[in-house]
């Protein structure tokens, strides 16, 4: 669905996917990379939440596997969310959307990766403006609808 600024996205469901899901996967448009969102620990307390941008796998299943792999200690994901994020970086940053999952890393398991999350922000204003740079000059992947004259 699109609105008058671009495609909509139900808020109230991203907030219900923050603050239910276990494994948190956005997507964008401006770059293949997506933000992993891992809300879970281990038993004992040695494996924290993780908030990172990774690259793209195929599904659920590839990720889980991914998961599993790079987080032995940890139980496999009850609720796993994937969805495409359709604004840009700084939209994001400002609808406040990840601080609920920053905030509840730091009241379920006490990690603070707030300072992540700026990285995170930073990477991904980086990467948007570069794409928005490569659509205007025509690079590989894009194909301007306009040429100067000469």
Do not use: C, K, Y
Request: charged share 30%.
């Amino acid at each position: 669905m699109h609105g008058d600024n671009g495609p909509v996205l139900d808020m109230d469901a991203a907030t219900e996917a923050i603050d239910d899901a276990d494994v948190l996967v956005i997507g964008f448009d401006f770059t293949a990379d997506r933000l992993l969102i891992d809300l879970r620990e281990d038993p004992e307390g040695n494996t924290p939440p993780i908030l990172e941008l990774t690259e793209p796998l195929t599904n659920a299943h590839e990720r889980t596997l991914w998961l599993a792999e790079r987080r032995p200690l940890v139980a496999p994901p009850d609720r796993f969310i994937f969805f495409t994020w359709p604004h840009t970086p700084q939209f994001l940053e400002e609808s406040a959307l990840l601080d609920r999952a920053v905030d509840r890393m730091v009241r379920d398991h006490g990690v603070d990766l707030h300072d992540d999350l700026v990285e995170v922000f930073t990477d991904l204003r980086r990467r948007d403006q570069a794409d928005t740079r490569s659509a205007v000059a025509g690079a590989e992947g894009f194909e301007t609808i306009w040429s100067r004259r000469r």
